[in-house]
């Protein structure tokens, strides 16, 4: 077994003691604040926080300590949340641990001990990317269900229902993600929650400045009072005109996206191809030395020049 390896190996297993070491100091976290805390009810149930509940023995329970020991978890759920992806607090860091670790070990196995260093923390946060990507693409979905939404609300009120009931219908009649997300507010209601304080969770799931235009136009006329439906209704056809706006910019700028996308993918596509008509070709960037780096900054770069181009791209409507 070769020297790196071995490194490899005592490096894993401080660090795994370690972490066994500090999860006797962890704090203990309440089952039924967790399973609360998706409703947005952790911090109280009738107007006072929930009794302690006895410890119970859950899968992975350790690493669940240790997470909120160290306040991640709280972020971690939230953003598992938004993504509408259904693993738990420690099974995706767990993913994450594991991705870490295997990108170390493939850095070691094929480089050196210096590029698996590099990669792990590569693999480690890359399903935080997919996590955000996910959300991006359910919050976008959601704004584009928004104007119907509010139009079949506004027809709801209209022909008699009261708000809870126009929102369950919305949670029965229209397509996912707002089906989803409307049923976790009357879901919400029916546990206690006021209705105020179930759609402001809502609009922090989805993070949408149109959403929190239609919860503060609710939540003033349950103080000031008022005709809601009329409110709703402008507020629909501001929306619609929104996404509309939005749709025409996508469209202006697909060309720059797509090239975007073409010159991150290019280098890949010729290093394939240039692997595939002389394998020896790459051969001297995996000698020992420090040719090893060259691919790792090359990537590092190809995925900054991404990310700037898009953050370019990302224009504000």
């Not at 196995?109 to 359910?138: D, E, N, Q, T």
């Not at 809870?164 to 219908?169: F, G, I, K, M, V």
């Not at 290019?266 to 394998?279: E, K, R």
Request: a positive charge; one cysteine or more; hydrophobic letters at 50%.
């Amino acid at each position: 077994m070769s020297t790196p390896l071995i490194a490899a190996l005592l490096v894993a297993f401080a660090i795994l003691s370690f972490f066994l070491a500090l999860q006797r100091m962890a704090p203990q976290r309440d089952p039924m604040e967790a399973r609360l805390a998706e409703y947005g009810l952790s911090n109280y149930v009738n107007g006072s926080r929930p009794k302690e509940q006895p410890k119970e023995r859950r899968r992975f329970a350790v690493l669940s300590r240790l997470l909120h020991g160290y306040g991640m978890d709280a972020k971690l759920a939230h953003a598992l949340m938004r993504a509408d992806i259904p693993l738990t607090v420690a099974e995706f860091a767990l993913i994450m641990l594991a991705l870490g670790a295997g990108g170390f070990l493939l850095g070691v196995w094929r480089l050196s001990s210096a590029a698996g260093l590099l990669l792990a923390p590569v693999c480690a946060i890359s399903p935080l990317f997919y996590l955000k990507f996910k959300a991006g693409r359910r919050r976008s979905a959601f704004i584009d269900q928004l104007p119907d939404l509010l139009t079949l609300l506004v027809g709801s009120l209209r022909a008699g229902y009261g708000l809870s009931q126009a929102l369950e219908l919305v949670a029965r009649e229209v397509p996912e993600p707002a089906s989803k997300e409307f049923g976790r507010v009357v879901r919400a209601t029916g546990l206690g929650l006021p209705l105020q304080r179930a759609l402001e969770a809502m609009a922090e799931r989805i993070e949408s400045d149109d959403l929190d235009l239609m919860v503060t136009a609710i939540n003033v006329q349950y103080e000031m009072g008022g005709n809601l439906s009329a409110v709703l209704e402008t507020i629909s056809d501001t929306i619609r005109q929104r996404v509309r706006v939005l749709r025409e910019v996508n469209t202006l700028t697909a060309q720059q996206r797509l090239t975007g996308t073409i010159l991150a993918l290019l280098p890949v596509g010729l290093a394939v191809g240039m692997t595939m008509i002389q394998p020896s070709y790459f051969a001297p960037f995996f000698e020992p030395g420090w040719p090893q780096m060259l691919p790792l900054v090359a990537i590092g770069q190809m995925v900054v020049g991404y990310v700037i181009i898009q953050k370019i791209l990302d224009i504000k409507v």
